[in-house]
């Protein structure tokens, strides 16, 4: 990560002393995020994005932008699981029994996203731009979190939520399948989860500049195109594609070269 931050610091130098022209600011404000997945069952989750812009004019209308963002991206989810069939508790015991399983899952993703977008500005005095462009994104850190965890299992048509413990043991002899049971045990299904270090995005949006002043609003859309899925189980890496996707509302603030 020093590497990232290190080459991050000497682009933006660079960028900053050779186009002296342009205008450096700030921009902080919120950002909802999510996961495309095959099959969707979550939802957004919320936080804060923040960082650094410069803006190099290029023409009357044309500019381009440079930024540095930290960004808290992510998603969660929503687990129903249902299993049913016959077991052997002994060898003269056959139990027909129903597993479900309900809980949620929280991933937080925390980046440093690298924007590179095209800008046209609209009107006599420009304040009103429409911007497209790429991003690379450096995944900070990760945390995947397991909760409100519930386990029942069905015997016969009656509750035999108790049993948990030795129909797990049994179905996995039986079947190799692991039957959780615990939210220690999800915990540590949720931490298996990987994700990839860089993230290649598509970005789109709008700016507004109020008149002379230094205050603007940015309002985009970064579309991930990279599977970010990098499970160590190779039977649910590149199985469930999982995309980065995010809407962004922020504030804007030129520090330097605003006119």
Known sequence: ???????ITVFFGCTLSIYAQGVLGVRGGLSSSGLLVE???????????????????????????IEVNYAQQGVYSLTDETMAGS?????????????????????????????????????????FKLFGGGQIGFKLSQDVQWSDGEYTLTANGEDASHMLPEAAKAIYEQTGMMIPYTDEQMQAVAE?????????????????????????LDFRVNYGLTDINNSPDPE?????????MNIQFTATYALWGHK
């Open 39 to 65: 099959d969707p069952n979550g939802g957004l989750v919320h936080g804060f994005v923040g960082g650094i812009t410069y803006d190099v004019p290029m023409s009357q209308k044309f500019s381009l932008g």
């Open 1 to 7: 990560m020093k590497k990232v931050l290190t080459l």
């Open 236 to 244: 649910l890496n590149g199985k469930d594609y999982m995309n980065n």
């Open 192 to 216: 298996g989860q990987e994700f990839k270090n860089i993230d290649i995005s598509v970005v789109f949006g709008a700016s507004y500049q109020f008149g002379d002043s230094p205050f603007g």
């Open 87 to 127: 077991i052997p508790m002994t060898p003269d015991q056959m139990l027909d029994v129903s597993y479900q399983m309900t809980g949620r899952t929280d991933i937080k993703l925390h980046y440093i996203n690298i924007p590179i977008v095209a800008k046209y500005a609209f009107g006599d005095n420009g304040n």
